[in-house]
């Protein structure tokens, strides 16, 4: 009952987000990016501004229907980049044995000591800031969680009887990956997968508060955040608007994966 809850919350919440993303894609209610001096710093549920303007004169709900945009373009690189790079290095290091799994695993111990955010300062000033600087440097430090999470399956799938029998009648290494690996690990990738889009939507959140994502005019949560903490003390409810998305976004991946984890995984399903 408690894994049904927590996945159709997460449902709900991602389902939103997803939704505002496609609609802002066609449709917001004013530009996202105009300025209007004239209406400075509007409260929301006055005139024709649900959330209110910033200190632009920007109808905030535009700006965060777009955001959303980013938030899943980013979410979805990112991902992709950690699943192609780790999960085969994850099934190799899970294949090999010996030493060169041993090699894999301190590689990516290795890795771990570069967090998303120094990986963005580093290609921030290699390559400049921009949102496509972002999702590599999010893709690359989540490529280790789904690298161990790969290996810790494919070694599980590797001590069956079918893979020893596939072994034993000659099967190629790479013909076992695919056909008994792979689809054996897909659920547990699945789930780090989706708990990895939450931690890639704060990652970005905060690389677009320190100006190392996407650059004005472009609005994303996190650059609404840092330009909200002029107003903090004089209009606090500009804040308040980006942070329930991010926290909605991630909010709604996390559940997701953990529904996801407990009806899946079957060691975790209550005994009854």
């Not at 632009?56 to 192609?84: K, P, T």
């Not at 921030?124 to 790969?150: D, E, H, K, N, Y």
């Not at 991946?253 to 009806?263: A, P, Q, S, W, Y």
Request: charge should be neutral.
């Amino acid at each position: 009952m408690k894994a049904r809850l927590s996945l159709a919350i997460g449902l709900i919440l991602v389902g939103l987000v997803l939704v505002t993303a496609l609609v802002s894609l066609v449709w917001t209610p004013y530009d996202p990016i105009r300025v209007d001096s004239a209406q400075v710093l509007q409260p929301p549920l006055h005139g024709p501004h649900l959330l209110g303007t910033d200190g632009f004169g920007i109808d905030v709900l535009s700006r965060i229907m777009v955001s959303a945009q980013i938030c899943v373009q980013v979410g979805i690189i990112a991902v992709g980049i950690a699943l192609v790079i780790g999960v085969p290095l994850g099934v190799f290091a899970g294949q090999v044995g010996g030493w060169g799994s041993e090699l894999v695993m301190r590689v990516t111990d290795i890795w771990y000591a570069f967090p998303a955010l120094l990986l963005a300062i580093l290609f921030a000033a290699a390559f400049g800031s921009s949102t496509g600087t972002a999702m590599v440097a999010i893709g690359l430090a989540s490529v280790p969680a789904f690298a161990r999470i790969a290996r810790a399956a494919t070694l599980q799938v590797m001590s069956q009887d079918y893979v020893l029998a596939a072994r034993a009648c000659g099967t190629r290494p790479a013909a076992i990956a695919v056909r008994h690996v792979l689809p054996n690990i897909a659920p547990l990738v699945g789930v780090q997968a989706s708990v990895s889009f939450g931690i890639a939507i704060l990652a970005e959140a905060a690389l677009s508060y320190l100006g190392l994502s996407a650059q004005p005019p472009t609005p994303t949560w996190g650059r609404m955040l840092a330009d909200a903490q002029t107003y903090l003390f004089s209009n606090p409810v500009l804040a308040l608007w980006p942070g329930l998305a991010v926290a909605a976004a991630v909010l709604g991946f996390n559940l997701l994966g953990d529904g996801l984890r407990d009806l899946l995984d079957p060691r975790l399903k209550e005994v009854r």
